[in-house]
């Protein structure tokens, strides 16, 4: 089912095309977010999430479809655009991570079932919640770590 490659990030090069598969992706799935925090977001992605993690990128002739980014044994983001989600892209871009970078640990947020069912399908199970995300803003974070092989 998966047509997509995993590699290792281009660089910063390749940023602006992470960012649109990230926008593409939030688009789709993270309806609860306010569209303010959304482009609050989005303008820090490039000079700032982006270059603060490892990227690994899900590609599909020659253009990037997905992509995880890690900070040691955290996942700290994993977007796959819409017209690839549920082929394959982000299951392999999590077992990547998982096996070749130690990964154990990520946080999703509460509101996007569809994420926390994806994670609880591969052997990370609910350890904590936290009431606001990482920058305080209101959307609930679930704490999960890899308890069992995913």
């Known amino acids: ?34 569209p303010a925090d959304l482009d ?34 955290e996942l700290a983001m994993l977007f796959v655009d819409p017209s690839w989600q549920g082929r394959g892209v982000g299951g392999a871009l999590l077992a990547h991570v998982v096996h070749e970078q130690g990964v154990t640990r990520v946080d999703v947020n509460e509101q996007n079932a569809a994420a926390a ?13 936290s009431a606001t995300d990482e920058a305080g803003r209101p959307y609930p974070l679930l704490h999960l770590r890899l308890t069992a092989a995913g």
């Open 40 to 73: 609050e977001i989005e303008s820090q992605l490039v000079p700032a999430y982006l270059p603060g993690v490892r990227l690994t990128v899900a590609e599909a002739g020659g253009v990037p479809v997905g992509f995880a980014g890690t900070s040691g044994d």
């Open 1 to 34: 089912m998966l047509a997509a490659t995993v590699r290792p990030c281009a660089g910063p090069a390749e940023h602006a095309a992470l960012a649109r598969v990230w926008r593409r992706a939030v688009d789709a799935t993270h309806d609860f977010v306010a």
């Open 117 to 129: 069912e994806f994670y609880a399908r591969r052997g990370f199970t609910v350890v904590g919640r």
